[in-house]
């Protein structure tokens, strides 16, 4: 098992930037869990928004913030990383955390069992 907790959220203006952590704990290595950052605004479905793979060497990006976030990790720390830079409105939603086991160094948008508990994102025009 592992518990997920977000933070870095905040209030932004349009083209800032914000770094959001979250850091795990488990009794396991953190380096056998691929993770992913989704995010759900109001009266929308929960989406993803970048996903990691168990080294950080792999990564995938939702197309609406291709070349705006970045993902990242560091297993000796436990934690992961959702650099967001050029932030525009319809980045405001609450974001999540979440992890799964993988056997392999691969990267999937589904399949997570562990959450974090959300950090709230807004972003003002």
């Known amino acids: 098992q592992v518990q997920l907790v977000e933070s870095g959220g905040g209030l932004v203006q349009a083209g800032g930037s914000l770094r959001l952590s979250c850091a795990a704990s488990?009794?396991?290595?953190?380096?056998?869990?691929?993770v992913g950052w989704f995010r759900q605004a109001p009266g929308k479905e929960r989406e993803s928004v970048a996903v990691?793979?168990?080294?950080?060497?792999?990564?995938d990006y939702a197309d609406s913030v291709k070349g705006r976030f970045t993902i990242s990790r560091d297993n000796a720390k436990n934690a992961v990383y959702l650099q967001m830079n050029s932030l525009k409105p319809e980045d405001t939603a609450v974001y999540y955390c979440?992890?799964?086991?993988?056997?392999?160094?691969?990267?999937?948008?589904?399949?997570?069992?562990?959450w974090g508990q959300g950090t709230q994102v807004t972003v003002s025009s």
């Open positions: 979440a992890a799964a086991y993988r056997p392999s160094d691969t990267v999937q948008a589904s399949g997570y069992g562990y």
């Open positions: 488990t009794r396991t290595s953190f380096s056998i869990y691929a």
């Open positions: 990691i793979s168990r080294s950080g060497y792999n990564t």
